[in-house]
């Protein structure tokens, strides 16, 4: 059974650091790993992702605060998060595809007072 747990959500203020984890279980580790976002009242949208190889890339709005990483050792991505702003303020969700299924976290808080 698939599973992918969030962690380390929060509050922070605006300029603060936050740093989520997704546990990952169930699937081949090896894979390419996603964070999606959703604000209240919008679409989720892709915020970073990490192939299995350990390339990168990144949503616009992110690029030079966020980081992406993983550990196969610990079957675990993280998502680094500096320079927050009010804007970050969303639900952030671990994905992945594995064999054509999309498979989700359910989501960890993230909110960024000014």
């Known amino acids: 059974q698939v599973q992918l747990v969030e962690s380390g959500g929060g509050l922070v203020q605006a300029g603060g650091s936050l740093r989520l984890s997704c546990a990952a279980s169930?699937?081949?580790?090896?894979?390419?790993l996603d964070w999606y976002r959703q604000a209240t009242g919008k679409q989720r949208e892709l915020v970073a992702t990490?192939?299995?190889?350990?390339?990168?890339n990144y949503a616009d709005s992110v690029k030079g605060r966020f980081t992406i990483s993983r550990d196969n050792a610990k079957n675990t991505v993280y998502l680094q998060m500096n320079s927050l702003k009010p804007e970050d303020t969303a639900v952030y969700y671990c994905h992945t595809t594995m064999f054509g299924m999309n498979y989700w976290g359910k989501g960890t808080l993230v909110t960024v007072s000014s």
């Open positions: 990490i192939t299995s190889g350990g390339s990168t």
């Open positions: 169930g699937i081949i580790f090896s894979i390419k």
